[in-house]
């Protein structure tokens, strides 16, 4: 496609619960970033991806967060045994990397996928 | 944490008029971003500035930079009701780190 695709879109999920994720991000994009929104804020940074290597990992909130790019395009993020404050938006935003050029830094996002933890 | 802080953090205006968001930061920055986030979507890029920059122009967009005071504007010139969203700013080096962001609400 021509754009950040984020499935599901919606997704409720019972407290302890595990949930997966997924973003296609734009074809040839090396660097993929991953946020939660909670309502009302802005995008709070997760992790970052360089192709298949994940370089920055240090806004998970815990270790029941855990992502993966293993062939360098799409992306899952697994929330393990949710919590009720895990509820948010979760964006995935991809970027040309170091390749890009002047654009490299750029990021273009999916529309999202909004978790309700109950 | 985050490293922009939008000012005001709501701005309510009349079609027409212009529109000015703050912006401040707290570390060095390549380059600093503003994007648009319509109500239940992803983020837009609206523009990207670079730290040896000083003022820079996209249609009735006008974002400046100001790196000693770690602060950028963006000024939205004859607002229109489309122009209702949140808008954010960006800094950081390869990880663009976003602020709180600003709600517009532009009047028909």
């Known amino acids: 496609g021509a754009g950040v695709s984020q499935s599901p879109r919606y997704k409720v999920a019972k407290r302890g619960q595990d949930v997966a994720l997924r973003c296609d991000p734009i074809s040839g994009h090396v660097s993929l970033f991953w946020y939660q929104q909670a309502l009302g804020q802005g995008p709070e940074f997760l992790t970052y991806?360089?192709?298949?290597?994940?370089?920055?990992k240090s806004g998970l909130p815990s270790d029941r967060f855990f992502a993966e790019r293993p062939e360098g395009s799409v992306s899952t993020l697994k929330i393990q045994r949710t919590q009720q404050e895990d509820s948010a938006v979760y964006l995935c935003?991809?970027?040309?990397?170091?390749?890009?050029?002047?654009?490299?830094?750029?990021?273009?996002f999916g529309a999202g996928t909004r978790l309700s933890v109950l | 944490s985050q490293q922009g802080e939008e000012d005001p953090q709501a701005l309510s205006i009349q079609e027409g008029e212009n529109a000015t968001m703050n912006c401040s930061y707290k570390t060095s920055i390549n380059n600093l971003q503003w994007y648009r986030q319509n109500s239940g979507r992803g983020l837009v890029h609206l523009i990207l500035i670079r730290s040896n920059e000083r003022e820079k122009h996209s249609g009735r967009l006008r974002v400046t930079l100001d790196t000693s005071k770690k602060s950028s504007s963006l000024l939205i010139t004859a607002s229109r009701a489309a122009d209702t969203a949140s808008y954010f700013c960006a800094g950081g080096s390869y990880i663009p780190t976003f602020g709180r962001g600003t709600s517009l609400i532009v009047h028909p």
């Open positions: 991806f360089q192709n298949e290597a994940q370089l920055d």
């Open positions: 935003a991809s970027s040309p990397g170091l390749a890009g050029g002047l654009t490299k830094n750029i990021q273009y």
